[in-house]
Every structure is written in C-alpha cells, then in structure tokens.
C-alpha cells in the first residue's frame, strides 16, 4: 500500500499523468479501496506473452473481483450504501470486461503499478536533491523533459503566427478583389454621362492609388512574415532532431544495450514505457510541425508572392518527413528477444513493438509483421544493398502475427507465442567455422501507413545474433558463443546501423 500512499502526494504534471493510468477499463476507486491487496499480488510472476498463463491471470482476476465484493459487503451506514452499489458495480464490470482476456486485466495493472513506482521514485529524487545535485539519470530526463516543453511553446508560438498570417492574407484577397472591382468599376465608365464621369473617375482613381499602396506594401510585409514564421521552423526542426538524436541515439541505443548483456545474465533492460512516452511527445511535435508547414504552403500557393519561400517550404517538409520516417523506423523495435540458442523443432517466441503506433493511429488498420531467419551474410549483403530478395536461410513456422494495440497500456505489439525453426539452411563450412559459431539472425518485417496512407513505410528489425543447434550437445558451445558477442559488441547496435543504412538505401518507403 506504500506506493498507492505515495502516488497520491503527487502533485503537478506527475498527478495528471498518475491519474491519466485510470478509466472504465480499471476505475481509481478500484486501487484505491484495494491498494493493500493489489500491491500484495505477484502480478509480474505472470508472463503476458504465455497463453499457458491465462489460468494463473483467472485466478487473478477471480480473486479481484471476490475482494471488491467483499469490500462493498463490509460497507454500512448511508455514505456506504452508495459505495457498497459503485464497488459491486465495478466487480461485474471487470468480471465482465476481462473474464474472456484475463492477461489483459495482469496488463493493465502491472502496467500502472510500475508507472506509479516510476512516477514516485522520479518526484522523491527530485525532492531529496534539494539545492543540491540530481543523480545523473535524474539530471538526463529533466533535460528530456525540458527540451519538450520547449518545443511545445515553440510549437504554440508557430501556430498562433501561422492562423495570424492566415487571417492576414484572407483579408488582403478580399482587398484585392477590391481593387479588382474598382478597376471594372473604371473600365465601364464609358457608359456613364461625361460630366458623372470625371467626378467618378477621379474618386475611383484615387481609391485604387491608396488600395494599390498597401496592397503592395502589405504584399512586402506578408512576405516577410512567411520567411520569418519558415525560420521559426527551420529552428524547431533543429530543435526537434537534436531531441529525437538524444532519445533514439543515446537512450534507445542504450536500452538495446542493456537488452544485449540482460543476455549474459545482466540487469534486467527494464520497462519501455518512458521510451515510448518521449517518442510519442516527439511524433505528436514532428507531426504538428509537418502539418504547420504544409499549410503554409497551402496559403503561398493560395496566394503567390515573389520570393524564395515556396522553395524553402518544399525544402522544410522534406526534411521533416526525414526526421518522421527516422522515427517511426527507429521505434521499430523487438521488445522480447527470440532465445539467442534456438533448437530446431522447438517452439520459441518473441515480442516486436512500434513504440509511436498508438500516437500515429497505425492500429487503425492493424499491420502484419512476418519473421524469417537470415544468415550473418545475408543480414551484411542487404546492409549493403547487394541482395534485393528476402531469401530466408531456413524455415520458420507460425511466422506472421497481426499487431495488436492494447488500450490500458497504449502499446502496439506483435505477440510471436508460437513460431517452431522446422529447417536451416547452413553455408558452406569446408575449412570454415562450425556449427555452433555459425550466426543467424531473425529479421522482422513490416508495412503501414500513417495519416490516411500519406507515408507508407516498409520497416524492419533484427534480432540479436542467433545460433541454431538440432541437439542438446551443442548448447554449450552455442551458449559460449553468444555470450562472447554480447559481452564484446559494439555499443551502437547493429539494427540501428541497419536502420540507418536502410533509410539512405530507400528500402524503407515513404
């Protein structure tokens, strides 16, 4: 209950984002009235990704609803009726929400569970810092989260001078269309009596003369406000890929990391919720900023002025739509790592995420992903863009997986629970390496489409090296090997390079 006690001495952005983790699919009341039970579970024994796991999350989920029964039974008095009706209220409708999808109940309330321990631990580290100086990692999300809400007042600023020169230019067409029809007004005069007509003409000539002066002078002064409201892009889009290359370059690098030598027996890489918050603020402020600049391209097309804007337009948007694609194809990730020892005719299984698909609404038309099992060669050769087929160095079955968006957690993921290596397919090894140090790795593969299929992105990701043994004999050796490679990779993971190499390739499309 320490933790519940805690979360509500929240106060600020930490409170809203604490109390954002609740709804219909799990009410506050709920942990509240419960808080000792619930953090009493061992909620992280259960594995999401095991469907042989659903009876232990049954349980889970029976136990729950038997002490929000209990709960509203031991209510008394007038103030308790009423809860004692809203507590058995919420029994029937968990019981009912998750009785067919149980793991999705151990889902939804590990996930609040570590994000309010996440939310605490942050706010007593920044309390018991003082005057004095944050740990390290403190310091590194403080300047995150800084940078962001910079780059949101930045956004807001852009946007209220981009509906400022809407309006501007809305006005002078209507002017415009003015003078248009003072020009008309001029050119029938013909038919006007001659006397009428040099008292007209010269009241119309003189309403054109000052018309024409500040429409010129207005043309100067919205041109210059398109150019300065581009440099104030210009500047978010340096802004916003100096964030993207901290969070995806350094903190996504070095989860990957911690990913790779969790496989040596390491700490545990932890959870990708912070990650995928920062993600998701940088792809709502990368895509608000791609929409900001192509309405004002909109509204210089609308209205052509001389002068290069148009040119630094296409130039902005193109450079945005960069940093968009490096993001969306960086996020590509594998959340759980297929066994880096994989015997042949045994089941495995693996979790790949989209850290940005809620944010960008891919679960709208939910993607595909598919598995395939290449060699080291084959992984170096398309790096190098020398292969343009997909060939496979062996067989995997149960290898497509639709990706599923979860609601109480806004992840999008592709569970891979039951995929079997039945063949591999082995290089020639004359003279060369043996089996057991012959690498392989698991490409993941995808296509979607983002803003009403506006991009389309062909994505993919690797796995970290696999070795493939057909008997238990082999596993120590196969074991040593990857244990040799994890401990002495490189720091900069080999899928970011691929990543990397890919987009300048164009095997990714947009």
């Known amino acids: 209950m320490a933790v519940w006690i805690q979360a509500q001495q929240l106060q600020g952005d930490a409170l809203h984002q604490m109390q954002s983790l609740y709804g219909q699919h799990f009410p506050i009341e709920v942990r509240h009235y419960l808080a000792q039970w619930i953090e009493g579970q061992l909620w992280d024994s259960v594995e999401l990704e095991n469907p042989q796991e659903e009876l232990k999350a049954k349980r889970l989920l029976d136990s729950l609803v038997q002490e929000l029964q209990k709960k509203a039974e031991h209510q008394v008095g007038e103030d308790g009726f009423l809860l ?161 290359t901290l969070i995806l370059d350094e903190e996504l690098i070095q989860w990957k990391r911690r990913q790779q030598l969790a496989g040596n027996g390491g700490p545990s890489e932890g959870g990708l919720d912070v990650l995928q918050s920062w993600c998701e603020k940088l792809a709502d402020l990368i895509w608000q900023n791609r929409q900001q600049i192509q309405r004002a391209k909109h509204l210089t097309q609308q209205l052509p002025l001389p002068g290069p804007i148009e040119e630094l337009l296409t130039k902005l948007n193109a450079d945005i739509t960069d940093i968009i694609s490096a993001l969306v194809t960086s996020t590509f990730i594998i959340e759980k790592q297929p066994p880096q020892v994989l015997k042949t005719q045994t089941k495995f299984a693996a979790t790949v995420r989209l850290l940005v698909g809620g944010k960008l609404n891919v679960h709208m038309n939910p993607p595909q992903v598919k598995a395939v099992i290449v060699s080291e060669q084959q992984a170096k050769a398309l790096l190098k863009n020398e292969s343009t087929r997909n060939d496979s160095s062996g067989e995997i079955l149960n290898n497509n997986c639709v990706m599923e968006y979860h609601r109480t957690t806004g992840t999008l993921s592709a569970h891979f629970r039951n995929m079997s290596l039945k063949r591999i397919k082995r290089s020639d090894r004359r003279g060369a390496e043996s089996v057991t140090e012959e690498k392989f790795t698991v490409l993941f593969e995808s296509q979607f489409s983002v803003g009403g299929n506006e991009l389309v992105f062909h994505v993919k990701t690797l796995s970290l090296p696999v070795v493939v043994i057909v008997h238990g004999s082999q596993d120590n050796n196969a074991t040593a090997t990857v244990l040799w490679d994890n401990a002495f990779a490189e720091p900069v993971s080999f899928m970011r390079s691929f990543l990397e190499e890919a987009l300048h390739l164009n095997l990714i499309h947009f």
């Open 84 to 244: 004692k009706i809203k507590l058995g209220h919420y029994a029937s409708q968990l019981k009912s929400t998750y009785d067919r999808c149980p793991l999705e109940l151990v889902r939804c309330i590990k996930h609040i569970l570590h994000t309010e321990k996440r939310l605490v631990q942050e706010a007593t580290n920044v309390s018991s810092g003082g005057g004095g100086t944050l740990d390290s990692l403190s310091q590194r999300h403080q300047q995150i989260n800084q940078a962001f809400e910079e780059l949101r007042v930045a956004m807001q600023e852009t946007e209220n001078e981009l509906r400022k020169l809407q309006h501007n230019q809305e006005y002078f067409i209507i002017q415009y269309q003015e003078n248009l029809h003072i020009q008309a007004q001029l050119n029938n005069l013909s038919a006007v009596p001659a006397e009428e007509r040099a008292q007209r003409e010269t009241s119309l000539q003189a309403k054109r003369a000052t018309l024409e002066t500040w429409l010129t002078r207005e043309a100067n002064t919205m041109q210059k406000y398109r150019l300065d409201l581009a440099e104030k892009h210009q500047q978010s889009l340096v802004q916003l890929r100096k964030q993207q």
